[in-house]
């Protein structure tokens, strides 16, 4: 038998294990990511008072109004400053969370280019998060131009972000469906080989004419799969409880793809570990420590710009931080910048390439 037909053996066996437990699978899969949008994502919704400065170059009637606006209710406190300059500076500095440059064009959009700039420390992102939406919202109802939102980035480099228009519930969702695809990956093929190990049957594996790496590669191809499952449905329970996707079902062509590469890479991961270790409670340990520090690394609750300088080097070389990036940038911005695909999808595809390659070797090496 050839190595595909054997993986592919090994692969709807896999499959139909999973399918008999499939309930207690699914739920199993949700409950953190439920407990976690429920309580967390709705930290920003509370906000109050944020402060914000306005620089008004258009001083026109209407732009008057526009400020009034911003200014009824308790949303957000407005501070008015005489320029960009200023306000940039007290943005710096971390007194207000963020700024509105009012443009001489306003309301009127001149060639297709933004009324409103809109700048935000992404070091505040629970309070730019409820003060964006509120603040194009709100210049829908003056202006015909779109509004457009600069994050502040911590080396204080402007970056375009047009489109944002989320809450800190989007921004967490990205962690939530990286979470639910390592653990998935985790406790998915690593596992199984464990359990095979005790019940004998990768003995029984081994004395049939199959192709050693053929139980790699299907229980690879397995715990892909239920890891992509589980990202998909963490996805969608996001939709459900209030999240968005600012770039639509367009988004799904970046966001599935990312998912497949971390759920290839920690599939290979958790083959690497059952190959070395023989016991389910010894296991759990080691891929918890494994997993649970790359995701809180990869910025899954916090912008990685908040980061303290000692944990900043672990977030660039996480892994993780990169597949985040990169739902973050089509849930939350509605646009992946060119730049920021080869940086994000590189690192992603590296790490599963890498993941697989060694639990072959690992595997291999242990049943040899």
């Known amino acids: 038998m050839g190595l595909l ?4 053996t ?3 066996r896999e499959m139909l294990i999973f399918k008999s437990n499939l309930r207690t699978n699914i739920i199993r899969s949700m409950m953190f990511p439920l407990i976690i949008i429920i309580f967390l994502g709705n930290l920003g919704s509370s906000v109050n008072n944020i402060p914000v400065a306005v620089a008004n170059y258009a001083n026109s009637q209407v732009s008057n109004q526009f400020m009034n606006s911003l200014e009824s209710g308790s949303t957000l406190n407005i501070k008015a400053v005489t320029n960009e300059q200023e306000g940039l500076a007290m943005l710096r500095a971390g007194s207000i969370s963020s700024l509105i440059v009012i443009l001489p064009s306003f309301p009127k959009s001149t060639d297709g280019q933004p009324s409103v700039y809109v700048y935000y420390a992404t070091s505040q992102f629970s309070e730019s998060g409820v003060a964006i939406p509120f603040i194009e919202n709100t210049a829908a109802k ?3 131009g779109q509004v457009s939102s600069v994050s502040i980035q911590s080396d204080v480099n402007a970056v ?3 489109g944002t228009n989320s809450s800190y519930r989007d921004f967490l969702i990205a962690g939530v469906i990286l979470f639910s695809v390592a653990f998935g990956a ?3 093929g690593g596992m199984s080989i464990i359990v095979d190990r005790q019940l004998g049957n990768i ?3 081994l004395i049939t004419p199959i192709n050693k790496n053929a139980i790699v590669l299907g229980k690879l191809f397995s715990g892909t799969l239920q890891s992509m499952i589980y990202g998909i449905l963490a996805l969608g329970l996001g939709l459900v409880l209030g999240g968005s996707v600012a770039m639509g079902v367009a988004g799904l062509i970046w966001i599935i793809p990312l998912i497949l590469f971390v759920g290839a890479a920690f599939s290979g991961i958790a083959i690497m570990l059952g190959s070395r270790i023989k016991t389910i409670e010894v296991y759990t340990i080691v891929a918890q420590s494994i997993t649970m520090p790359a995701w809180f690394l990869s910025g899954a609750f916090f912008p990685s710009s908040s980061f303290p300088p000692i944990l900043q080097p672990f977030n ?3 892994p ?5 990036n990169g739902i973050r940038s089509v849930m939350l911005n509605g646009y992946f910048p060119v730049g920021q695909i080869i940086l994000d999808f590189s690192v992603v595809i590296i790490f599963a390439i890498l993941g697989i390659i060694i639990s072959f070797a690992l595997f291999k090496s242990t049943i040899d």
């Open 142 to 144: 003056y202006s015909t």
């Open 10 to 12: 090994i692969f709807k």
């Open 320 to 324: 993780l931080t990169y597949a985040t």
């Open 160 to 162: 375009s972000t047009q």
């Open 186 to 188: 985790v406790f998915g």
């Open 203 to 205: 003995k029984s594996f």
């Open 316 to 318: 660039i070389g996480d």
């Open 5 to 8: 037909y054997d993986s592919i």
